[in-house]
């Protein structure tokens, strides 16, 4: 999947130092996330309900 255009977006959650930084862009069908201090790296693609799924459960942790 060709995200070059994307618009990512940075978690409100972020530290103002730009740690622990998540982006999210959309996607076709899909939301990709990556980590902000990389770029380049790799990019996870999750549908909405996946994503809401993984956030409600790291919520459920703290």
């Known amino acids: 999947m060709d995200l070059t255009n994307a618009k990512w977006r940075k978690s409100s959650r972020s530290t103002s130092n730009?740690?622990?930084?998540?982006?999210?862009?959309?996607?076709?069908?899909?939301?990709?996330?990556?980590?902000?201090k990389d770029p380049d790296g790799p990019i996870l693609l999750l549908t909405r309900a996946a994503l809401r799924t993984a956030v409600q459960s790291a919520a459920d942790t703290h």
């Not at 999210?24 to 980590?35: E, F, K, S, T």
Request: negative net charge; glycine residues 10%; aromatic residues 0%.
């Open 18 to 36: 730009g740690a622990e930084c998540v982006e999210l862009a959309d996607a076709v069908g899909a939301v990709a996330v990556r980590d902000s």
